[in-house]
């Protein structure tokens, strides 16, 4: 993994990550989301109050460990769950009190899905799987953007393939040029390279940043995987329904750090170079430094639900 | 959304054909009965058309009730026929002649089965519906002619001696021809029509003086004016002038209307217990692959689906299996048609048949019962697929949120357990048509079916248990895991066994009322007859009855003591409904039968039995509002009517029920006092068997009859009975079938959900046949729940019909041996659906499934 960190290099970064919740160009904002399942002593807060804004034509990366809410955050900004408190605004349209006629229209304007299994219809061939999106709301192909897609995600010679026939990169390939064709406002892919070897993770990772460059593809990726999530502009870490974490691109040893002391493994050098290692050293002792890195990680929100580690 | 649906199904090629079949079965079978029924109705058409194509005018009898077609033996007095030649415009006039006889051959009388045997005068050759085409038409005493079916069956030509059962005792006669009836080659069933001269007729059968119709040829002037001409020169209230044209067509129409009303619906009761199972399965097949597709239908959501393109496919799904099945089942049906047809013949109902035709009326009910059962049967799981959330798509082995109603599914089983049990009673008792109550029965039996289907899913899992506990001792693992296998799905494993509980309950109310029946007739002949010996005739009915001539044969038999012919007709009652009357010789009958009298009644109740008093059985009492003291009013088929008073009642609802005169009562009514069956005792001390040979012997002119001690009797009855039932049982076999098919989907559909389970099996170290059996033995212990469900709801059904039944003389038995059958059958079932799931799980490559996504 650390030798290609070294292929982003040109992206890491210590630019601030983090735009304005009001600025105009954030296609995802969301305010005080805080989820609860169940109720009374069973219940479970999977969010605690996440102030979160992510940037048009931005790759951005949810990372944290299990548990630490990352999945319902991503559900709930693409309208697959409801939070129990706070609001989400996607391309402008605030979402949580859509009816669902209303998220039926809004997943087929605005949003795309990649998935960890692909997830494809193993009846239709790559190419009818790829136009599904468009078959199901009765938009005509627009052939160039078609052409152009196939292109890029290599698949000229397969289309006529059946999933049973093509290898798990190129599923995933297929299922990456499915979740473009209809050209979403904000593309969600869910540990996109989960089911892949890391060679045809790292085509599909190029292929989403290709998009993000290109197009200017708006995408958030939920991750495990530090090389995945060092392909991004941004990186947000959560632990226990709050963004601990909020920073530019990394490098996928920064990522790496941080995700151990997130788990309560710290890294030996604590006081290592670079905002992630300090941050890394701070979540190791909180009672220290938590105001300070409260302050950082929260990336200027207005301070409500502050977004701390409990440990 | 379509395209997704039709690759669908056309990937899961076995899954697809076995539903298909589900459903195919009972269109087939309800096609079937329709173009069976169609089949039959063109039959008599083309006799009628046939009989009457020469035929301007027919002057008739008119029965005082009833159709002509069922009139029976009606006349007209001989004075009519110069009446009518003496119209202007007719040409050609036959008096025709007409009258149930028996055809003897080698001195066995001829077995007809049911179909009669009818002796016709030879007509005049302008108004012959005959056509020879062997010898010819007889012409002198003695000489008959018979139709082609009669003739080849028999291997009868032109010349051979025969004999012909008449009214007088047999007659040796010739047959000078052999003929055709109909268009060329059409089946009259098992009929035997037998032509003879106008005098041998009227010698034959009694028919001095009178004519049974008047058959008439006119010219140069229109049928019906011919008709209206002929009306007002005999001017004969008695007597219907129609003209040939309509003859034909009313009697088409009275044929079809009398199968439209017994037959039809009997057999498309068994097409929809057949279509019922189908349903069934359609439910239980698409509910299995919903639920195995979800992230499929998530992943549509995320896309951007709607609910109701999720619905759209599963639906679309459902109409393709519909259409698909529907257009095959109506080809089948024509194969069940005849296979029914065949069925008939088998237990000797041969009926005449026309050809094969497919009417629109039978493609639009097969289409429209076909497509809709698939889709209704469909619905609720295309609507559980929509309620899988887009979430579900992101989610590792996301569940189905339960409906908001599930909770309410234990009360809603027991409200239409509750309504079906209500509906059955209320069609017992109520006093509606016969059609009416049968119908609510039968909804009342289906509301039953589908109360016991929604909480049967309570009890698969301590059935399970019990039912595995002997697998799980003899065959360790491969018992465990099959017995834990069933329990792990209990709606699926119920859905599954109540396709089969479905057809084996109705196999087994059968089964059980039969029984009931069966033991109650013969408990009765046991109980009540007192004679020992039986003469009856070979068909049992009143259409070759013995004349009393051959009574008076029997009596002149020397150890025979004593002698009750006893007659059965119909007859109007109270210008209402018609019931039986039964004509008695009341000082012998008293010693042959044992009556059960009521009210306090006794034997000296038939000694005062006089011509203007009657006995009557309960339920005709009750059916007519009788009671003792009351004076009944009956008609006769020939118009004579006669009062009586009501002197005494008694039970007897299985052979006298209806209302019982003496033979001076009867003569009121009737000319002819034919006996249906002759009761007769032995002289003490004489040889019954001896007595019996003796009697056999006397009854030498009249071939018809045949000689039974009480045993045989019963014995016979109790054959046809069985004969009845198996032809049910080979219907209701469909059913059983397409509930296999649906455990052999199940099982498909559970293997492969459980591809990577079983690969994990394989790799730790489960043998193919341990796999196999695993498998083997979840289909059985299904099965054998299916088989008890239907045991249970079947003897529980026959217990209320019966006991409710009661008075009607049907008590309630359990046949075990059919029951122990029946299970057998489940098991049988259950090991037959196996062998292709287990088939494909034992072949489960262990590699392949360990990386099966």
Redesign the interface.
Request: hydrophobic share 45%; with cysteine.
């Given at each position: 993994m650390s030798d290609s960190s070294t292929t982003h290099q040109t992206r890491t970064g210590d630019e601030p990550a983090a735009p304005d919740p009001l600025d105009t160009d954030s296609v995802v904002v969301t305010r005080s989301l805080t989820k609860i399942y169940g109720s009374g002593d069973a219940a479970v807060k999977a969010l605690r109050g996440v102030d979160v804004a992510i940037g048009r034509g931005q790759l951005t990366a949810i990372m944290g460990p299990s548990g630490s809410g990352k999945s319902t955050l991503m559900h709930i900004m693409a309208g697959l769950d409801r939070p129990t408190h706070g609001t989400v605004t996607v391309d402008g349209i605030e979402i949580t009190g859509l009816k669902e006629r209303d998220l039926t229209q809004l997943r087929r304007d605005k949003i795309g899905f990649i998935f960890q299994s692909f997830n494809l219809l193993p009846m239709l061939n790559a190419q009818e799987n790829i136009v599904l999106p468009l078959t199901i709301s009765g938009t005509p192909v627009d052939k160039s953007w078609f052409e152009r897609l196939i292109g890029i995600v290599r698949l000229e010679d397969r289309l006529s393939h059946k999933p049973s026939e093509l290898s798990g990169g190129q599923q995933q390939r297929v299922a990456v040029a499915r979740s473009l064709v209809g050209r979403p406002a904000v593309l969600f892919a869910d540990e996109p390279t989960g089911n892949l070897d890391s060679r045809r993770g790292e085509e599909v990772l190029q292929l989403l940043r290709q998009s993000v460059d290109e197009f200017g593809q708006t995408i958030i990726m939920v991750t495990h995987d530090a090389h995945a999530a060092s392909i991004s502009d941004r990186v947000l870490f959560l632990k226990d329904g709050m963004i601990v974490h909020d920073h530019g691109s990394m490098a996928s040893d920064d990522i790496y750090d941080v995700i151990r002391s997130l788990e309560g493994v710290c890294p030996a050098d604590a006081n290592g170079d670079g905002d992630a290692r300090s941050l890394a050293a701070v979540l190791c002792a909180p009672e220290t430094a938590a105001a300070e890195v409260v302050g950082a990680a929260a990336g200027g929100s207005d301070g409500d639900g502050p977004g701390r580690a409990e440990r | 959304?379509m395209?997704?649906a039709l690759?669908?199904l056309?990937?899961h090629k076995l899954r697809t054909s076995l539903t298909i079949l589900a459903v195919l079965l009972g269109v087939a079978m309800i096609s079937g009965t329709y173009v069976l029924t169609d089949q039959l109705r063109s039959g008599f058409e083309d006799i009628y058309q046939s009989a009457y194509k020469n035929i301007d005018v027919v002057v008739a009898p008119k029965p005082a009730f009833g159709e002509s077609f069922e009139a029976g033996m009606e006349t007209l007095p001989d004075s009519l026929v110069a009446k009518v030649e003496a119209v202007e415009g007719v040409t050609t006039v036959n008096p025709s002649l007409s009258a149930l006889g028996v055809l003897v051959i080698d001195g066995e009388a001829l077995q007809t089965m049911g179909s009669p045997t009818l002796f016709f005068n030879a007509a005049p050759t302008e108004l012959d519906s005959v056509t020879y085409y062997a010898g010819s038409k007889p012409d002198q005493s003695g000489e008959i002619a018979v139709n082609r079916d009669a003739a080849e069956a028999n291997d009868l030509s032109v010349g051979d001696e025969v004999a012909v059962g008449t009214q007088n005792g047999a007659v040796p006669v010739r047959i000078s021809g052999l003929f055709d009836f109909g268009s060329e080659g059409a089946s009259l069933g098992g009929s035997i029509l037998v032509v003879g001269t106008t005098e041998d007729l009227r010698d034959w059968f009694d028919l001095q003086g009178v004519v049974s119709a008047i058959e008439v040829k006119g010219e140069g002037t229109d049928a019906d004016a011919l008709a209206a001409r002929i009306r007002a020169a005999i001017d004969y209230p008695q007597a219907t002038v129609k003209t040939g044209a309509v003859s034909a067509a009313e009697q088409t129409q009275a044929v079809g209307d009398a199968l439209d009303s017994v037959l039809t619906p009997a057999l498309l009761a068994f097409g929809g217990v057949a279509v019922l199972v189908g349903a069934f399965i359609i439910f239980n097949t698409f509910s299995i692959t919903v639920a195995q597709r979800q992230?499929?239908f998530a992943?549509?959501?995320?896309?951007?689906?709607?609910?109701r393109?999720v619905l759209g496919t599963v639906v679309a799904e459902a109409l393709v299996i519909g259409v698909g099945a529907s257009v095959a089942g109506l080809f089948a049906g024509l194969g069940v048609a005849m296979g029914m047809n065949s069925l008939f013949k088998a237990v000797g109902a041969d009926i005449p048949v026309g050809g094969l035709e497919m009417a629109p009326r039978t493609i639009i009910i097969g289409l429209a019962v076909g497509i809709g059962i698939t889709l209704v049967s469909a619905l609720v799981p295309a609507i559980r697929a929509t309620r899988v959330?887009?979430?579900a798509?992101?989610q590792e082995g996301a569940a189905l949120p339960p409906s908001a109603l599930s909770r309410y599914v234990p009360y809603f089983g027991g409200l239409l357990a509750a309504l079906g049990i209500g509906l059955l009673v209320l069609g017992l008792l109520s006093q509606g048509s016969v059609t009416d109550r049968l119908l609510q029965m039968a909804i009342g039996g289906v509301l039953i079916f589908f109360a016991v289907a929604t909480v049967a899913k309570y009890v698969v899992r301590p059935v399970a248990r019990v039912l595995g506990w002997p697998v799980d001792r003899v065959d360790g693992s491969a018992g465990r895991l099959a017995r834990e296998n069933s329990m792990r799905n209990p709606a699926r494993t119920a859905a599954t066994a109540a396709a089969l509980m479905i057809g084996l309950a109705v196999v087994v109310f059968v089964a059980v009322f039969t029984a009931g029946f069966k033991s109650s007739f013969v408990d009765a002949v046991d109980e009540m007859a007192k004679g020992d010996l039986i003469v009856r005739t070979q068909s049992g009915g009143m259409m070759t009855a013995l004349p009393e001539s051959a009574g008076e044969a029997i009596r002149r038999v020397p150890t025979v003591e004593s002698v009750s012919g006893i007659a059965f007709q119909q007859v109007q009652v109270e210008g209402g409904a018609t019931g039986a009357i039964i004509g008695i010789e009341p000082s012998d009958m008293k010693r042959q039968w044992e009556y059960r009298w009521l009210d306090g009644g006794s034997d000296a109740l038939l000694d005062e039995l006089g011509s203007d008093t009657a006995v009557v059985e309960e339920q005709f009492a009750l059916d007519h509002k009788l009671a003792v003291g009351d004076t009944v009013s009956v008609l006769a088929r020939s118009g004579k009517t006669a009062d009586f008073q009501i002197v005494g009642k008694y039970r007897d609802p299985n052979l006298f029920a209806g209302l019982t005169v003496s033979t001076a009562g009867w003569d009121r009514l009737f000319a002819q006092r034919d006996a249906v069956f002759y009761l007769l005792s032995v002289e003490p001390g004489a040889s019954v068997t001896a007595t019996q040979k003796g009697v056999a012997a006397a009854m030498g002119s009249y071939p018809q009859a045949i000689v039974e001690t009480k045993a045989e009797y019963i014995d016979s009855i109790v054959k046809q009975l069985n004969q009845f039932l198996y032809m049910l049982y080979a219907l209701l076999a469909v059913s059983v079938i397409i509930s296999l098919f649906g455990i052999v989907n199940t099982l498909i559909l559970t293997v492969y959900e459980r591809t990577r389970e079983i690969g994990m099996l394989r790799a730790i170290g489960a043998s193919r046949s341990q796999i196999r059996r695993m498998i083997r033995y979840e289909s059985v212990i299904t099965a054998i729940m299916g088989g008890v469900l239907g045991i249970v709801l079947g003897t529980a059904f026959a217990y209320i019909v019966t006991t409710q039944l009661g008075a009607q003389g049907i008590s309630f038995t359990v046949p075990p041996v059919q029951l122990v059958i029946c299970l057998i059958v489940a098991i049988v079932v259950g090991v037959l659906a196996a062998v292709l799931p287990a088939r494909r799980a034992a072949k489960t490559d262990i590699l392949a499934a360990i990386h099966y996504?």
């Amino acid at each position: 993994m650390s030798d290609s960190s070294t292929t982003h290099q040109t992206r890491t970064g210590d630019e601030p990550a983090a735009p304005d919740p009001l600025d105009t160009d954030s296609v995802v904002v969301t305010r005080s989301l805080t989820k609860i399942y169940g109720s009374g002593d069973a219940a479970v807060k999977a969010l605690r109050g996440v102030d979160v804004a992510i940037g048009r034509g931005q790759l951005t990366a949810i990372m944290g460990p299990s548990g630490s809410g990352k999945s319902t955050l991503m559900h709930i900004m693409a309208g697959l769950d409801r939070p129990t408190h706070g609001t989400v605004t996607v391309d402008g349209i605030e979402i949580t009190g859509l009816k669902e006629r209303d998220l039926t229209q809004l997943r087929r304007d605005k949003i795309g899905f990649i998935f960890q299994s692909f997830n494809l219809l193993p009846m239709l061939n790559a190419q009818e799987n790829i136009v599904l999106p468009l078959t199901i709301s009765g938009t005509p192909v627009d052939k160039s953007w078609f052409e152009r897609l196939i292109g890029i995600v290599r698949l000229e010679d397969r289309l006529s393939h059946k999933p049973s026939e093509l290898s798990g990169g190129q599923q995933q390939r297929v299922a990456v040029a499915r979740s473009l064709v209809g050209r979403p406002a904000v593309l969600f892919a869910d540990e996109p390279t989960g089911n892949l070897d890391s060679r045809r993770g790292e085509e599909v990772l190029q292929l989403l940043r290709q998009s993000v460059d290109e197009f200017g593809q708006t995408i958030i990726m939920v991750t495990h995987d530090a090389h995945a999530a060092s392909i991004s502009d941004r990186v947000l870490f959560l632990k226990d329904g709050m963004i601990v974490h909020d920073h530019g691109s990394m490098a996928s040893d920064d990522i790496y750090d941080v995700i151990r002391s997130l788990e309560g493994v710290c890294p030996a050098d604590a006081n290592g170079d670079g905002d992630a290692r300090s941050l890394a050293a701070v979540l190791c002792a909180p009672e220290t430094a938590a105001a300070e890195v409260v302050g950082a990680a929260a990336g200027g929100s207005d301070g409500d639900g502050p977004g701390r580690a409990e440990r | 959304m379509m395209r997704v649906a039709l690759r669908n199904l056309w990937q899961h090629k076995l899954r697809t054909s076995l539903t298909i079949l589900a459903v195919l079965l009972g269109v087939a079978m309800i096609s079937g009965t329709y173009v069976l029924t169609d089949q039959l109705r063109s039959g008599f058409e083309d006799i009628y058309q046939s009989a009457y194509k020469n035929i301007d005018v027919v002057v008739a009898p008119k029965p005082a009730f009833g159709e002509s077609f069922e009139a029976g033996m009606e006349t007209l007095p001989d004075s009519l026929v110069a009446k009518v030649e003496a119209v202007e415009g007719v040409t050609t006039v036959n008096p025709s002649l007409s009258a149930l006889g028996v055809l003897v051959i080698d001195g066995e009388a001829l077995q007809t089965m049911g179909s009669p045997t009818l002796f016709f005068n030879a007509a005049p050759t302008e108004l012959d519906s005959v056509t020879y085409y062997a010898g010819s038409k007889p012409d002198q005493s003695g000489e008959i002619a018979v139709n082609r079916d009669a003739a080849e069956a028999n291997d009868l030509s032109v010349g051979d001696e025969v004999a012909v059962g008449t009214q007088n005792g047999a007659v040796p006669v010739r047959i000078s021809g052999l003929f055709d009836f109909g268009s060329e080659g059409a089946s009259l069933g098992g009929s035997i029509l037998v032509v003879g001269t106008t005098e041998d007729l009227r010698d034959w059968f009694d028919l001095q003086g009178v004519v049974s119709a008047i058959e008439v040829k006119g010219e140069g002037t229109d049928a019906d004016a011919l008709a209206a001409r002929i009306r007002a020169a005999i001017d004969y209230p008695q007597a219907t002038v129609k003209t040939g044209a309509v003859s034909a067509a009313e009697q088409t129409q009275a044929v079809g209307d009398a199968l439209d009303s017994v037959l039809t619906p009997a057999l498309l009761a068994f097409g929809g217990v057949a279509v019922l199972v189908g349903a069934f399965i359609i439910f239980n097949t698409f509910s299995i692959t919903v639920a195995q597709r979800q992230r499929e239908f998530a992943m549509l959501r995320t896309l951007g689906a709607t609910r109701r393109q999720v619905l759209g496919t599963v639906v679309a799904e459902a109409l393709v299996i519909g259409v698909g099945a529907s257009v095959a089942g109506l080809f089948a049906g024509l194969g069940v048609a005849m296979g029914m047809n065949s069925l008939f013949k088998a237990v000797g109902a041969d009926i005449p048949v026309g050809g094969l035709e497919m009417a629109p009326r039978t493609i639009i009910i097969g289409l429209a019962v076909g497509i809709g059962i698939t889709l209704v049967s469909a619905l609720v799981p295309a609507i559980r697929a929509t309620r899988v959330p887009p979430v579900a798509a992101l989610q590792e082995g996301a569940a189905l949120p339960p409906s908001a109603l599930s909770r309410y599914v234990p009360y809603f089983g027991g409200l239409l357990a509750a309504l079906g049990i209500g509906l059955l009673v209320l069609g017992l008792l109520s006093q509606g048509s016969v059609t009416d109550r049968l119908l609510q029965m039968a909804i009342g039996g289906v509301l039953i079916f589908f109360a016991v289907a929604t909480v049967a899913k309570y009890v698969v899992r301590p059935v399970a248990r019990v039912l595995g506990w002997p697998v799980d001792r003899v065959d360790g693992s491969a018992g465990r895991l099959a017995r834990e296998n069933s329990m792990r799905n209990p709606a699926r494993t119920a859905a599954t066994a109540a396709a089969l509980m479905i057809g084996l309950a109705v196999v087994v109310f059968v089964a059980v009322f039969t029984a009931g029946f069966k033991s109650s007739f013969v408990d009765a002949v046991d109980e009540m007859a007192k004679g020992d010996l039986i003469v009856r005739t070979q068909s049992g009915g009143m259409m070759t009855a013995l004349p009393e001539s051959a009574g008076e044969a029997i009596r002149r038999v020397p150890t025979v003591e004593s002698v009750s012919g006893i007659a059965f007709q119909q007859v109007q009652v109270e210008g209402g409904a018609t019931g039986a009357i039964i004509g008695i010789e009341p000082s012998d009958m008293k010693r042959q039968w044992e009556y059960r009298w009521l009210d306090g009644g006794s034997d000296a109740l038939l000694d005062e039995l006089g011509s203007d008093t009657a006995v009557v059985e309960e339920q005709f009492a009750l059916d007519h509002k009788l009671a003792v003291g009351d004076t009944v009013s009956v008609l006769a088929r020939s118009g004579k009517t006669a009062d009586f008073q009501i002197v005494g009642k008694y039970r007897d609802p299985n052979l006298f029920a209806g209302l019982t005169v003496s033979t001076a009562g009867w003569d009121r009514l009737f000319a002819q006092r034919d006996a249906v069956f002759y009761l007769l005792s032995v002289e003490p001390g004489a040889s019954v068997t001896a007595t019996q040979k003796g009697v056999a012997a006397a009854m030498g002119s009249y071939p018809q009859a045949i000689v039974e001690t009480k045993a045989e009797y019963i014995d016979s009855i109790v054959k046809q009975l069985n004969q009845f039932l198996y032809m049910l049982y080979a219907l209701l076999a469909v059913s059983v079938i397409i509930s296999l098919f649906g455990i052999v989907n199940t099982l498909i559909l559970t293997v492969y959900e459980r591809t990577r389970e079983i690969g994990m099996l394989r790799a730790i170290g489960a043998s193919r046949s341990q796999i196999r059996r695993m498998i083997r033995y979840e289909s059985v212990i299904t099965a054998i729940m299916g088989g008890v469900l239907g045991i249970v709801l079947g003897t529980a059904f026959a217990y209320i019909v019966t006991t409710q039944l009661g008075a009607q003389g049907i008590s309630f038995t359990v046949p075990p041996v059919q029951l122990v059958i029946c299970l057998i059958v489940a098991i049988v079932v259950g090991v037959l659906a196996a062998v292709l799931p287990a088939r494909r799980a034992a072949k489960t490559d262990i590699l392949a499934a360990i990386h099966y996504e």
